[in-house]
């Protein structure tokens, strides 16, 4: 008896030190190195230039409608284009900037969360342009876009002021000098005010001090020759936080004016046409990987070669993903057919439990159901854009853990009063093995690594939350035994 109390203990231990970092490590392994999923084979052609110097404008996490409340931004809209674009998913900032920079969304360029701090290995119009010998220059006061693309800049100016600071100013003149073929400003003080205060009074100043930026900026530009688009790389939820596909954390404002700009406004197609639209605007051949529309409604139609090469590369990398994705198939039918086994098994065992201890059997299934509607009645979406801070996603997610936790404790304790010690140890191990199985089901079926295809928002976030819940229902089955061993040694004493 001792000793089978003593395996199944070690085999839970086991499942803890297992799952947990499993579990951090689903994030981790969204990421993917796109350098070498998809990339054109034809040499690409260079459309002529247009613009003397062109510049992207990242206001980090501006949502369209603090835009439009911008004095330089509306200025810059009644000269140019006032359009809005669409984030893609997750809708995240390195993801966002490498899809900028590559024309490729996340599914193809590889970079899927925030966490991929060094230097991106798909191609970008960045590097395109230093292989062309032209001038890239940057400013930005966060480090994380020259982190990420910093390699195919001449010279990036990252400073640690606010946008309008003496130091930034001072930056963009720098990254101004000597009218640099593309530039790019990376202003992040909206996002940090979106992230610590959600969206109020603080990131309405911090949007009034990028808004300075940008006029500082146009102060250095000639409209009549240069051109600037300014953009951001997601919204904010009005409490802070993105990721996810809620409406306004992924339309994002994009206002272009100068030269081989279209006056009007409109719907554009996904931030990821940046790339090409950079390109088409700057004389440079499109990045090796880009797979998006450029903003056509946006730009003055100047060379149809161009556009109708850049049609025949989208073509092909579109025909190379599928035969990638359909190279993949046996793979995904199969871990999708283990996926399906995991849940009979599941079942199997909810069902035994069941069987032996009744309603305390449904137990696992009441403690999932509790956790997600307690998310939900908090007011959480169930995206990454639940994530406003680290800090306070680990800290409430913890609460909510140990509430529950404690919860499904003491019902089970008071469902399994009067049973036999083999029916609760029954119950919790059902319990146990519920827990530990629905991330390898989840996983399975959704894929742990995702090289072309993502699983949908809210089944990346909830994977989040899988190792820790199968680790706590391992942990309350742990003391459980635990305590029937201890409690069962005491009988036997006084017998
Ligand atoms: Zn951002």
Redesign the pocket.
């Known amino acids: 008896m001792r000793r089978a109390v003593a395996q199944v203990q070690w085999l839970l231990l086991a499942i803890v030190v297992v799952l947990a970092p499993l579990s951090y490590g689903y994030v981790q392994a969204l990421n993917h190195d796109g350098a070498r999923v998809v990339s054109r084979t034809t040499p690409a052609r260079r459309p002529p230039l247009t613009a003397r110097s062109v510049w992207l404008v990242v206001l ?2 501006l949502r369209v409608d603090t835009s439009r409340t911008l004095p330089a931004l509306n200025r810059l809209r009644r000269q140019g284009f006032d359009g809005v674009s669409t984030a893609e998913i997750p809708s ?2 390195r993801p ?1 900037y490498t899809s900028m920079a590559s024309g490729a969304p996340p599914s193809i360029h590889g970079i899927r969360t925030n966490s991929w701090p060094g230097a991106v290995r798909v191609d970008s119009v960045f590097a395109q342009a230093r292989a062309a010998s032209a001038q890239v220059n940057g400013a930005a006061n966060l480090s994380w876009w020259e982190g990420n693309h910093g390699h195919a800049f001449d010279a990036w100016h990252v400073v640690g002021g606010v946008a309008d600071s003496a130091q930034m100013t001072a930056a963009i003149r720098r990254a101004c000098a000597g009218f640099p073929r593309l530039g790019v400003v990376h202003l ?1 003080d909206v ?1 940090r005010e979106g992230h610590s205060h959600g969206v109020g009074p603080r990131y309405q100043r911090a949007a009034e001090r990028v808004d300075r930026g940008v006029a500082n900026l146009l102060s250095h530009l000639d409209l009549s020759r240069d051109a600037v688009i300014v953009t951001a ?2 919204g904010h939820r009005l409490h802070g936080g ?1 990721g996810g596909p809620e409406p306004e954390v992924v339309r994002v404002p994009v206002v272009a004016a100068g030269q081989g700009i279209r006056r009007g406004s409109g719907r554009l197609p996904s931030i990821c046409g940046i790339a090409p639209s950079l390109a088409e605007l700057s004389g440079l051949p499109a990045p090796q990987s880009s797979t998006c529309d450029p903003f056509g409604a946006m730009l003055e139609r100047k060379d149809n070669v161009w556009r109708q090469r850049y049609h025949e590369q989208q073509t092909e990398l579109a025909a190379a993903a599928d035969a990638q994705v359909s190279s993949g198939n046996v793979w995904r039918l199969s871990r999708r057919a283990f996926a399906l086994l995991v849940v009979f098994v599941a079942g199997a065992v909810l069902w035994r439990g069941v069987r032996r201890v009744g309603v305390a059997g449904w137990l696992p299934v009441l403690y999932w159901v509790t956790t997600v509607a307690s998310q939900a009645a908090s007011g959480w979406p169930f995206s990454f854009s639940a994530i406003v801070t680290p800090r306070g996603f680990m800290l409430r997610t913890a609460l909510f853990s140990v509430l529950a936790l404690a919860a499904y404790w003491l019902a089970l304790l008071r469902l399994t009063r009067g049973k036999s010690a083999g029916e609760r140890q029954a119950a919790w191990r059902a319990a146990a093995w519920v827990g530990a199985l629905v991330p390898l089901g989840w996983w399975a079926w959704f894929g742990y690594r995702q090289p072309l295809q993502l699983a949908p928002p809210w089944a990346m976030y909830f994977a989040l939350f899988l190792g820790p819940w199968a680790g706590g229902f391992a942990f309350v089955a742990w003391c459980a035994d635990v305590a029937t061993a201890l409690r069962g040694s005491a009988h036997n004493k006084r017998a």
């Open positions: 980090d996490g995240l900032s966002a992040i996002d790389d997601h993105h």
